[in-house]
């Protein structure tokens, strides 16, 4: 019996030592998705992922991303349970980014269902001060249409972020200087779904559920719906495709009639002066839209413009009180705040945050020597300013993990961010804190405009709700920053400990692919400080540039610039660890007797496989064809898995 239990003990030690060496345990997943029935050389999709949709047929995520967000959300869950018994404790300060980031998610949780609904919100919005939305009009009485002032509530409704209602109001960098700011004013866009009025019958409804009684749903919706077809005709008519014109205020209101200045005091809730500069995109559609508004009835205006401020009220809430849907909340209207949390709860203890950070920035600097090195060899003919100026842009990239500025203390930093918030009220309202968090953020951006960060190193960038939600990274173009959230640094796409070909190959060609945007189509016009450059705008013009960008979209697509980033991307990482200058250690390790480059292509497929639908591939083409094409021709992925080579044997790069 003792022997057989010293057995067992031995058996079950030595399987544990297997498990927990991150090596073995990376590849055991990796090979758990692999469906041998399927040939690797002819559907490589269908041979890296075909057991992928059956093994997390109940997980509540479709792909590598999903899972990695799945699990930061997880974690901030402990987290919120952790600081529910803090709140109850004296000493709590009730002032603390925890406290704010606790009031925010126990008010998702616990506040009543009338407090979501959309009559709630349109109360705590109204159109203008003393003046209700026209459904709310007490009975026997007639809406005051004359006080109706549609700039000034356009202005009221745009504090609340991107509202897309009959214009976009962005703070954007200036072309010329990236460290200065602007404020853009152009036309909406009216094509997306969620950009514009839904159907007929739904927006019978969805006026319906913001009061506006039944007999007038009809009629209403008639008209609404025709003034968005009027504004969607004088859209389709301006033919201004330059990037703006700067113009004072006072000049603006001249060329258009009405009161821009109010429009941009009430925006940013201060004085400007008549010299206040803005860059107007599409002057023409102004003139239009003020016409096109001033001829239309008053109630009519207001109906349309509550409706669309709704319909983007609801699409930036998780709308749910269930506790992973409430930490997703948090994260997309306080991010910075919870990417604090997070490090300081996840990532701070031992030098684990350290360890990691210094293991991705050793992977990016072998990835910037790599691009170096194709810079030199010169495959597009640049001449010496273009290659100056790209080899200048390379260095000068920066690589931000956590997307916090650098060299601070940033327990410090984000308490001054939010010292303005005040979230002590304790009547939880959803609406009120919802609203409160948008208009915070909208501030943040607008504050741009009087200090802007002049170093990139204290730069960090104000997310929108779909960004702050993810921990997937991007590449600032105007920054020359590449953010790696902080959620991103763990199992399965990274460990630190592992080896590297499991580094070069998921979370490397992940980098590879963000630095590569730097160089595709649209970022090459642009130098190392993120302004526009001459030399940037002679090589995206040139024959060799357009003649590589015409090869990669032999086969058609509309997200052009991301198979640039794809299959330049894949390159750079693979030759970043197997290229002959590399000096990589590629001698077989211990762990495993497949072969490397085999390791290294199964590994890169994690990033593809999934079990999502069409609506998952946002500004990408689907998982399966971006993996196809990224690898069609690839002479190494031929040697890795012995497959016949093609009869055209071309493989299409930029660089």
Not at 283 to 307: C, I, W
Not at 471 to 483: A, E, G, L
Not at 511 to 539: K, P, R
Not at 611 to 623: C, E, I, Q, T, V
Request: with cysteine; aromatic share 10%.
């Amino acid at each position: 019996m003792w022997i057989i239990c010293l057995a067992l003990i031995a058996c079950a030690t030595v399987g544990a030592q297997k498990v927990s060496n991150p090596n073995t345990r990376l590849l055991d997943n990796i090979l758990s998705y692999v469906d041998t029935e399927v040939s690797a050389c002819d559907d490589y999709f269908g041979h890296a992922c075909g057991k992928y949709a059956k093994k997390h047929l109940d997980d509540p995520f479709t792909e590598i991303t999903q899972m990695v967000d799945h699990k930061v959300n997880q974690d901030l869950l402990t987290l919120m349970q952790e600081l529910e018994q803090r709140s109850q404790q004296p000493n709590f300060n009730q002032t603390s980014v925890e406290a704010k980031v606790w009031s925010f998610y126990h008010t998702c949780r616990n506040a009543l269902s009338d407090t979501r609904s959309g009559r709630h919100y349109l109360t705590l919005v109204p159109p203008d001060e003393g003046l209700t939305w026209p459904q709310f009009t007490p009975e026997g009485s007639v809406w005051p249409g004359e006080r109706f002032k549609w700039m000034e509530t356009l202005a009221r409704l745009h504090r609340y972020g991107e509202v897309n209602i009959l214009m976009k109001v962005f703070i954007q960098s200036s072309p010329s200087n990236s460290s200065e700011y602007v404020m853009d004013l152009s036309m909406p866009s009216l094509e997306e779904t969620g950009q514009r009025l839904r159907p007929f019958v739904e927006t019978m409804r969805t006026l319906a559920v913001l009061g506006v009684p039944t007999a007038n749903a009809l009629t209403l919706t008639k008209k609404i719906k025709s003034l968005e077809t009027a504004l969607r005709n004088i859209i389709d008519e301006d033919d201004d495709d330059t990037n703006g014109q700067y113009m004072t205020v006072r000049q603006l209101q001249r060329r258009t009639g009405v009161h821009w200045q109010k429009f941009i005091e009430l925006l940013l809730a201060q004085p400007i002066e008549p010299q206040f500069r803005v860059n107007v995109q599409n002057l023409g559609y102004f003139k239009a839209l003020v016409q096109l508004l001033n001829d239309r009835e008053p109630s009519v205006v207001a109906s349309y413009m509550m409706t669309r401020l709704m319909l983007y009220l609801w699409e930036e809430t998780m709308d749910s009180e269930e506790p992973l849907e409430c930490i997703k909340d948090v994260r997309r209207n306080m991010n910075l705040a919870t990417s604090l949390l997070y490090k300081e709860r996840f990532l701070g203890s031992a030098g684990h945050l350290q360890r990691n950070s210094a293991s991705v920035v050793q992977t990016f600097e072998q990835l910037r020597r790599q691009f170096l090195r194709l810079v030199k060899r010169n495959r597009l003919r640049l001449d010496r300013t273009q290659r100056r100026m790209i080899t200048q842009k390379v260095h000068d990239m920066v690589l931000n993990i956590g997307n916090m500025p650098q060299h601070i203390d940033h327990r410090r930093y984000v308490s001054q961010h939010y010292a303005s918030l005040d979230m002590s009220s304790g009547d939880l309202d959803y609406a009120r804190s919802h609203l409160q968090l948008l208009e915070f953020r909208n501030r943040q951006w607008m504050s741009q405009l009087s200090h802007s960060p002049h170093r990139v190193s204290e730069y960090y960038y104000i997310t929108d709700s779909s960004t702050g939600m993810s921990s997937s990274p991007y590449y600032m173009i105007r920054q020359n920053v590449i953010i790696v959230p902080y959620g991103f640094l763990q199992e399965p796409v990274f460990l630190p400990d592992s080896h590297k070909v499991f580094k070069f190959s998921l979370l490397g060609f992940i980098l590879a692919h963000e630095l590569m945007h730097a160089f595709d189509g649209h970022g090459v016009i642009y130098d190392g400080q993120g302004n526009l450059s001459e030399a940037g705008l002679q090589i995206g013009n040139s024959a060799r540039f357009e003649a590589g960008l015409e090869c990669i979209n032999r086969n058609e697509t509309a997200y052009l610039n991301e198979r640039v980033a794809d299959l330049d991307g894949i390159k750079l990482a693979y030759d970043a660890y197997f290229g002959a200058e590399s000096h990589q250690n590629r001698t077989q390790p211990d762990f495993t007797d497949m072969p490397l480059q085999r390791i290294f292509f199964l590994n890169l497929a994690q990033f593809f496989c999934g079990n999502g639908d069409a609506s998952n591939f946002l500004d990408h083409d689907a998982d399966a064809v971006r993996l196809k094409q990224t690898l069609t021709n690839f002479s190494a992925f031929n040697e890795a898995f012995q497959c016949p080579t093609a009869r055209s044997t071309e493989r299409c790069q930029l660089w």
